[in-house]
């Protein structure tokens, strides 16, 4: 089995500060293997490249690349990914959940929530049950 911190989480959001919270949450939760990107093209361009363990995703995010691309390109890998964001309208809301994420957090969010859900899912792909 794994320890904590062989686990590879992204975190792709594009408020400096709501990444830079989640990022230091985790890591003070053993998740010391966790990077963040404030842009959705930087997040597609290094998931072409590394196959991270789960994704934290915005789906509204400044950039040509929104959170939808990004859990499209992580559901062709087979890896679990958590929406955490302010959807603006119904539409976005039901297309992110047609991707079937593992779980949706609205904002403003509860960090132990969120960290408690991350555990289940890294511990269900441990046991190779696989969200995806």
């Known amino acids: 089995m794994l320890k904590l911190n062989d686990k590879q989480i992204i975190i ?3 408020k400096a500060i709501i990444a830079l919270d989640l990022k230091t949450y985790l890591y003070k ?3 010391e ?3 963040f990107f404030l842009s959705g093209d930087k997040a597609l361009n290094y ?3 590394n196959k991270p363990d789960l994704a934290l995703i915005d789906v509204i995010l400044h ?3 929104d959170g939808i691309d990004i859990a499209k390109e992580l559901k062709k890998l087979s890896v679990p990914f958590i929406f955490v964001s302010a ?3 119904p539409r976005q809301y ?3 959940l047609k991707l079937r994420p593992a779980a949706v957090f609205l904002k403003p969010i509860n960090l132990n929530d969120i960290l408690a859900k991350i555990k289940e899912i890294l511990k269900s792909t441990n046991d190779n049950t ?3």
């Open 12 to 14: 792709v959001e594009d």
């Open 29 to 31: 939760h053993g998740y």
């Open 33 to 35: 293997n966790t990077i």
């Open 47 to 49: 998931i072409s490249r």
């Open 63 to 65: 950039s040509e690349t």
């Open 87 to 89: 959807f603006s309208n």
């Open 94 to 96: 039901n297309e992110a």
């Open 130 to 132: 696989g969200f995806n």
